[in-house]
C-alpha cells in the first residue's frame, strides 16, 4: 500500500510538472486521445485525478484487425461511462479512405487527427492531449536517425506542438501500466504491437532489447538525456531562424510564402537550412532529406534563375527579386499569362517598326521573378 501511495504522487508530480511546462495548467478543459490502450488509459486517468478543468474523450474506429477495433470504441464508450467524462466516437473506414499516395498509418493518423481537432472545436477547448510516452520518445528518435532527419529528429517527439501537448511523455510504458495495476483500471492491448511487420514494432519489439542486453543496459536514459539536449538546441535555432524569416520574408501573391534575396548571403550555411527547414514545417510540406537540402542551399548560393521542386506540386522559384514557394499550377497559369502578353506587346511594337532588341529587353523587364 505504501509503495502504492509513493507511485501515486510520483505520477501525480510527474503529471502536474508536465501541465505547467506545456501551458495546459489553468486551461479550462481539454480533449484527451483515447486509444483503449494501456497509456490512453493511464492518461484518461491522470486527468480525471488530477486536472482541474474538464476533461474530454475522443475516439477514432479504424475499422481494422477483423472487427476488434469496434470492441475498442465499445470499451472506450463504457470507460468514459464510469468516469463521467464525455466520450467522443467517430467511426472511419480507414482503408478505404486512403488518399493517393497514403499508407494506412498515414491516413490513420490523419483521420485521429481530424477527429481530435473536430471534436475540440465541437467543446471548445484549445488544447488536445494524446499519449506519447518516453519509450515512444527513444523509438522515434531512432527511427529519425535512420531517415537522416538530422538534429531535429534526435528531440524524438516534442513534448507540445501548436494546440497538441503530451502529458505523459516523461513516463515509460511500465510506469503507465504499473499505474493503472495499482488502480485497478483495466485497459485493451493491441495485439499488433507484438507483431513485427511495421518499422516501428520491430524497433520497440527487436531493436532495443538487442542494444539494452548487447549494449548498454541503460540505453533509454542516455536517449532521453539526448532528446533533452538536442530538443533545447534545436529550440534554439529554431528561435534564430524564426527572427530571420520574419525579417526576410514578405508577401506576394500568388506565393505560399517569398523571400528577399539581398540578405541571404550573409546568413550562414547552418541557418539558411534552418530557415529552410522551418519554413517547410510552416507551409506543412514534407520534410526535405539532408541531400536535397543541400542541393536547394547550393542553388541559393548560385543565384540565377531556377525552379526547384519541394513537394509533389510545390516548388521553390527563384530570381534576383525573390525566393518564393508556389503551387506549379499557379507558375504554369503566370509563365501563361507572361506568353500570351508577350506576343500582345511584339505585336503592338512590330506595328510601331520598333527593334528586335528593344522588344526583348521590355519583355524582360516584365516577366515576373516566379516565371522567370
Given amino acids: 500500500r505504501r509503495t502504492g501511495k509513493r507511485s501515486k504522487m510520483e505520477a501525480r508530480k510527474k503529471f502536474l510538472a508536465a501541465s505547467l511546462r506545456q501551458g495546459w495548467a489553468q486551461a479550462p478543459g481539454i480533449v484527451c486521445a483515447l486509444s483503449g490502450g494501456g497509456d490512453s488509459v493511464a492518461m484518461l486517468y491522470l486527468m480525471k485525478e488530477y ?9 477514432l474506429d479504424h475499422c481494422t484487425r477483423n472487427g476488434e477495433s469496434h470492441h475498442d470504441a465499445e470499451f472506450a464508450r463504457r470507460l468514459c461511462g464510469e468516469w463521467n467524462i464525455p466520450c467522443y466516437v467517430k467511426t472511419v473506414e480507414v482503408h478505404e479512405s486512403r488518399q493517393t499516395g497514403e499508407s494506412f498509418e498515414m491516413a490513420g493518423r490523419r483521420a485521429r487527427y481530424e477527429h481530435f481537432e473536430e471534436t475540440a472545436k465541437l467543446c471548445g477547448y484549445d488544447f488536445i492531449a494524446v499519449a506519447h510516452n518516453a519509450d515512444d520518445v527513444v523509438e522515434s528518435q531512432l527511427l529519425n536517425l535512420a531517415r537522416g532527419t538530422g538534429i531535429p529528429g534526435l528531440r524524438g517527439i516534442p513534448e507540445r506542438r501548436g494546440n497538441i501537448v503530451r502529458p505523459v511523455i516523461d513516463f515509460s510504458r511500465e510506469e503507465l501500466r504499473k499505474l493503472l495495476r495499482e488502480a485497478g483500471v483495466k485497459w485493451c492491448d493491441d495485439y499488433t504491437n507484438d507483431e513485427s511487420d511495421y518499422m516501428r514494432n520491430k524497433v520497440r519489439n527487436l531493436l532495443i532489447p538487442w542494444i539494452r542486453e548487447n549494449l548498454n543496459a541503460g540505453f533509454d536514459k542516455v536517449m532521453l538525456g539526448l532528446a533533452k539536449q538536442a530538443s533545447e538546441e534545436t529550440t534554439e535555432k529554431e528561435a534564430e531562424a524564426a527572427a530571420l524569416l520574419d525579417k526576410t520574408g514578405f508577401e506576394l501573391a500568388p506565393a505560399l510564402a517569398a523571400w528577399h534575396t539581398d540578405s541571404l548571403p550573409a546568413v550562414s550555411a547552418i541557418r539558411l537550412k534552418e530557415m529552410l527547414r522551418l519554413q517547410g514545417v510552416r507551409l506543412s510540406l514534407p520534410v526535405l532529406s539532408r541531400e536535397r537540402t543541400e542541393l536547394l542551399l547550393s542553388l541559393i548560393r548560385r543565384g540565377g534563375k531556377w525552379r526547384f521542386q519541394w513537394a509533389r506540386d510545390i516548388e521553390v522559384c527563384y ?12 507558375i504554369e497559369k503566370n509563365a501563361a499569362d507572361v506568353k500570351n502578353k508577350e506576343k500582345a506587346e511584339n505585336a503592338e511594337i512590330a506595328e510601331n517598326d520598333k527593334k528586335a532588341e528593344k522588344t526583348k529587353n521590355i519583355i524582360e523587364n516584365k516577366l515576373p521573378w516566379w516565371a522567370r
Fill in 51 to 59: 486536472f482541474r478543468g474538464k476533461v474530454a474523450a475522443a475516439h
Fill in 319 to 330: 530570381s534576383q527579386r525573390g525566393i518564393g514557394w508556389l503551387h506549379r499550377a499557379d
